[in-house]
């Protein structure tokens, strides 16, 4: 949450001349509703089975530059899904992710204490992103250009 997924993601598909995809969106058009309306209308359980079902589809269907949502890689389906494929980890720091998300209006996850919600997900997720991804970038006081630069300079290194 606040790494720059979706803005990083619009950079590389402009760069590669790539379509660009992103799973909440996905999920927002097939549900007809924002997803922070299916966290109070059907709970994250749904939410997150909306998730995987988006992402698999994603991945067969899209040649292209895939944004998924923070939470998308917790379901072992979609770890699974994953492998075989570059999957990038924008990590940020609790600092950086609270500016950048501020009082996490529309983000269902963070309601209360703003910051104490971000530094327990960073810490419950940080080790399963660091295991799925094939490349780690640290977005921590960096614009989403700066980030996007070594992400298409590490892939294209190791194409």
Excluded: C
Excluded at 87 to 94: D, I, N, Q, T, W
């Amino acid at each position: 949450m606040g790494a720059g997924k979706s803005t990083v993601a619009r950079r590389l598909g402009e760069h590669w001349g790539l379509g660009v995809r992103d799973t909440d969106q996905d999920i927002e058009r097939l549900a007809g509703k924002p997803v922070s309306e299916i966290f109070v209308d059907d709970g994250e359980e749904h939410f997150r089975a909306l998730e995987v079902a988006a992402v698999a589809a994603a991945l067969v269907e899209h040649d292209g530059v895939l944004a998924l949502g923070g939470g998308a890689v917790l379901a072992p389906a979609t770890q699974e899904a994953l492998r075989g494929h570059a999957v990038v980890y924008l990590e940020v720091g609790v600092a950086d992710a609270v500016k950048r998300v501020g009082l996490g209006h529309g983000r269902p996850l963070l309601l209360g204490n703003v910051r104490a919600r971000v530094m327990k997900l960073l810490e419950e997720r940080a080790p399963i992103y660091t295991a799925v991804a094939t490349i780690t970038v640290d977005t921590n006081g960096r614009t989403p250009d700066d980030v996007a630069a070594e992400i298409i300079r590490r892939v294209e290194e190791n194409a």
